[in-house]
């Protein structure tokens, strides 16, 4: 079992990528492979809702200019999504957000029903609504939200700073043990059948 998580950091090693990595190593401890993937920072595209992915049906956003296929294609291969970012005016790192929206909506069908989690790295305040805005996604998409013993929050400025969040690092922990005993779980179970899909409008 491997689990993708997303370094929504435009800063390679910074309060994002340790909470990760305490997140990975805990999930090692488990038997659970992982691999935390940098967003980095070249632009990420938004979604224009064009519609050529679903009309070409190849699980791929039309526009390949970015890191949006590539994260997808790794997913494909991974069993659970753990999205991490830093906070932004109350809010996650647009670039993030840009990933997720494109990811899903192209290549949902390599994320759908699979174990998900979201985690907020924050100096000081909007960390629970950031977190509550990354975790919006993965219900739209029959992916089971992961918790921890308080929300996937963690704060630090500084680079390292996060490490100094005993509770934090600790929260970080139990997120990936609650992580493995999904995965363990369900492991090998099939998932369940849903009804066919019934979109309807409020104006017709």
């Not at 990811?103 to 790295?121: D, L």
């Not at 960390?127 to 990354?134: D, G, K, N, S, Y």
């Not at 066919?196 to 409008?201: A, F, L, S």
Request: hydrophobic share 40%.
């Amino acid at each position: 079992m491997k689990v993708l998580l997303i370094n929504g950091s435009a800063r390679r090693n910074g309060n994002t990528f340790l909470a990760l990595s305490e997140i990975a190593k805990q999930l090692q401890c488990e038997g659970i492979d992982s691999e935390i993937v940098q967003i980095g920072a070249k632009p990420v595209r938004g979604c224009i809702a064009c519609g050529k992915c679903k009309a070409n049906g190849n699980n791929r956003c039309v526009f390949d200019d970015d890191i949006c296929n590539r994260v997808s294609e790794k997913m494909a291969d991974c069993d659970a999504l753990i999205v991490g970012s830093p906070v932004y005016y109350g809010q996650p790192n647009g670039s993030v957000l840009s990933l997720v929206q494109r990811m899903f909506f192209s290549a949902g069908a390599y994320f759908n029903g699979k174990p998900a989690a979201a985690v907020a790295i924050c100096r000081r305040g909007g960390a629970t609504a950031a977190f509550q805005t990354l975790n919006m996604p993965f219900q739209m998409m029959n992916m089971p939200v992961i918790g921890s013993q308080y929300w996937n929050i963690a704060y630090g400025r500084e680079e390292g700073q996060v490490t100094q969040d005993t509770e934090g690092m600790q929260t970080m922990r139990t997120l990936a043990l609650n992580m493995a005993y999904i995965l363990k779980a369900t492991e090998n179970k099939p998932k369940p059948q849903y009804e066919p899909w019934q979109p309807m409008h409020f104006i017709r």
